[in-house]
C-alpha cells in the first residue's frame, strides 16, 4: 500500500510541476490574455449546414459571380497570403495571376487593402469591411441595403456586396456603364443575372437547390450569398494558435514572445482595442497610416467610417483589425502602406517615423496633421515604444499563428 501511495505523490508532483513552475511574467500574461477575451477556438465556432458549405465552396471559386466573368472571390482570398491577397490594394476584374504577377496585369485596382477571413461570421463577429459598411452590432442589420437587407444575417449581406463593386468584380467597359448609378436597383439586376447564370449550371444549382431545399427555378442571390456565407464560416473559423497552447495548456513560449506579450497587454496598449475572442474590438479607431493609392474618397483621402456615419468625429477610423495569421497578410493597413509588421506597429506610436511628409505636397501635408489629431484621442498617442520593443511584439504576433492541421 505504502509504495502506491508513494507512486500516487510521485505522479501528483509531476502534474504539478509545470504549474510550480510558473513564473511571475507567464502567470500575468495568461491572466490578462483570458480578461482581454482569448477563448478556445470552438468556443467561437458559429453554427454552419455543412451541405451549404461544400456548394459555397464552388460559388467562392466560381467566376460567374463576376458580371464581366473575370474573377473569383478566390482571386483575393488566397490561402498562400492567409486568405488576402498579398497585394497593397486588391486587383479585381480583368487580373490575371496572383501575388505580383497579378499588379502587372489589367486588373481593376480597388481603393482597399483586401482583408483576411479568419473568423468572419464566428460567434459575436457581425461588423464587417475597414469602414463597418455591413453592422450588426446594434441587434440589427445596416448597411447599403438600408430597410431592404436581403437577410439579418449580416455575413450574408457582406456576400451580396463583392458582385456589384466596379473593379472588384465587374470590369468598367460601355457594356456595364448602366451599374454606374450604383442604387440598389442596378446591384438587384446583377444578382439576378448571377443567380439566372448559377441555375443554368447543373454542377452547382443541383447540389445548392439541394442544400437550400428549393427547385432549381426558385434558387436566387440570397441561396449563393447562404453558401458563400457557410463556406466562409467553415473554412475561415479559428483554429488553436501557439498562444491558446500557451494559455489554455500551459505550453511555454520563448522569451521574446513572452516579453512581446506582456507589452500587448501592457504598456503597449494594444488590447485596447486588439481585444476580444478575434483580437479587435470590432469598433473604429484612427491610426495615421500614410495613405496609399487614390483612396475611398478620391484624391488619396479615405475618410473610412466617417463614409457611412457622417459624424466627423469618424473621419479616418477604421474598424479594428483582427490579428490572428497577421504573419501571413502583408502588406498592412487600410491602404496597404506598410510592407512589414514592424512598421504596421511604429505608425500607431511614432506615425511621422512612417511617413515622409517632405515628399507629400502641402494639402496631403494638411490631410496627415488632421489624421494625428484625430489620433491624439487614442491611448496608442501616449506610447512610447524602442525597435526592440516593435520585435518582441511581432515575435508575439506570431504566436496568433494556427497551427497547423493535418493534411491541409
Ligand atoms: C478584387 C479583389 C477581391 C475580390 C474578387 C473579392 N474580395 Fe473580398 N475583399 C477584398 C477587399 C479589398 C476587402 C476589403 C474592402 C473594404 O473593407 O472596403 C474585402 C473584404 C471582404 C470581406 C470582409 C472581411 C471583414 O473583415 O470584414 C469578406 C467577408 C469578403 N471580402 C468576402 C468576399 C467574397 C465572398 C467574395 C466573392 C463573392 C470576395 N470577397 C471577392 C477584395 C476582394
Ligand atoms: C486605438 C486602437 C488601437 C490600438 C491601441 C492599437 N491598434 Fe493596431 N490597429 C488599429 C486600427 C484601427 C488599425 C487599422 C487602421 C488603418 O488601417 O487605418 C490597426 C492596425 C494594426 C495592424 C495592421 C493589421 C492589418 O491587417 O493591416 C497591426 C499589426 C496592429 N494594428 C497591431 C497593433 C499592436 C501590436 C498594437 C500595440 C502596440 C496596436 N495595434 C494598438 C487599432 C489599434
Known amino acids: 500500500m505504502k509504495s502506491i501511495t508513494r507512486v500516487f505523490f510521485a505522479i501528483a508532483l509531476i502534474c504539478a510541476a509545470p504549474a510550480m513552475a510558473e513564473t511571475m511574467r507567464e502567470a500575468v500574461l495568461r491572466k490578462a490574455a483570458l480578461e482581454n477575451g482569448l477563448r478556445p477556438a470552438e468556443e467561437s465556432w458559429p453554427d454552419f449546414e455543412p451541405e451549404k458549405a461544400a456548394v459555397g ?29 498579398g497585394l497593397p490594394l486588391g486587383h479585381g476584374a480583368g487580373g490575371v495571376g ?6 502587372k496585369s489589367q ?15 464566428g460567434i459575436g463577429f457581425d461588423v464587417f469591411f475597414w469602414d463597418g459598411r455591413v453592422d450588426a452590432s446594434s441587434g440589427a442589420v445596416r448597411s447599403q441595403f438600408g430597410t431592404m437587407a436581403p437577410s439579418d444575417d449580416p455575413l450574408v449581406v457582406t456576400a451580396h456586396l463583392p458582385p456589384v463593386e466596379f473593379r472588384e468584380m465587374i470590369g468598367e467597359s460601355n457594356d456595364t456603364e448602366w451599374l454606374r448609378q450604383g442604387d440598389v436597383n442596378a446591384a438587384a439586376r446583377v444578382h439576378q443575372e448571377i443567380a439566372r447564370r448559377i441555375r443554368g449550371t447543373p454542377e452547382i444549382a443541383e447540389p445548392l437547390s439541394e442544400a437550400s431545399g428549393l427547385d432549381f427555378e426558385q434558387l436566387t442571390y440570397l441561396q449563393i450569398a447562404e453558401a458563400i456565407a457557410a463556406f466562409i464560416r467553415s473554412e475561415f473559423r479559428l483554429r488553436e494558435t501557439k498562444l491558446h497552447r500557451f494559455v489554455f495548456e500551459r505550453q511555454a513560449l520563448t522569451d521574446q514572445e513572452l516579453a512581446g506579450g506582456l507589452l500587448f497587454y501592457g504598456r503597449g496598449q494594444c488590447a485596447a482595442c486588439h481585444s476580444g475572442p478575434y483580437f479587435s ?51 498592412y493597413s487600410h491602404s496597404g502602406v506598410e510592407p512589414d509588421l514592424a512598421g504596421a506597429i511604429r505608425a500607431h506610436v511614432d506615425p511621422l517615423a512612417e511617413i515622409d511628409t517632405s515628399r507629400l505636397s502641402a494639402l496631403d501635408r494638411a490631410e496627415v496633421y488632421q489624421k494625428i489629431a ?9 506610447v512610447e515604444l524602442s525597435d526592440a520593443e516593435i520585435a518582441e511584439l511581432v515575435a508575439f504576433l506570431a504566436a496568433l499563428e494556427f497551427d497547423p492541421e493535418p493534411g491541409r
Open 57 to 85: 465552396k464552388l460559388l467562392f471559386e466560381s467566376e460567374l459571380l463576376s458580371l464581366t466573368r473575370n474573377v473569383s472571390c478566390r482571386n483575393c482570398h488566397l490561402d498562400e497570403f492567409g486568405s488576402a491577397d
Open 107 to 121: 486588373a481593376g485596382v480597388l481603393s482597399r487593402n483586401a482583408l483576411a477571413l479568419w473568423g468572419r461570421g
Open 281 to 331: 474590438d470590432l469598433r473604429f479607431h484612427a491610426i495615421p497610416f500614410a495613405q496609399f493609392g487614390f483612396g475611398f474618397n478620391g484624391f488619396g483621402i479615405d475618410y473610412g467610417r466617417y463614409n457611412f456615419t457622417q459624424d466627423p468625429r469618424d473621419r479616418y477610423a477604421f474598424r479594428t483589425p483582427p490579428l490572428y495569421n497577421v504573419t501571413k497578410t502583408a502588406p
Open 98 to 103: 496572383k501575388g505580383v504577377e497579378r499588379m
Open 374 to 382: 484625430r489620433w491624439s484621442l487614442e491611448p496608442s498617442y501616449a
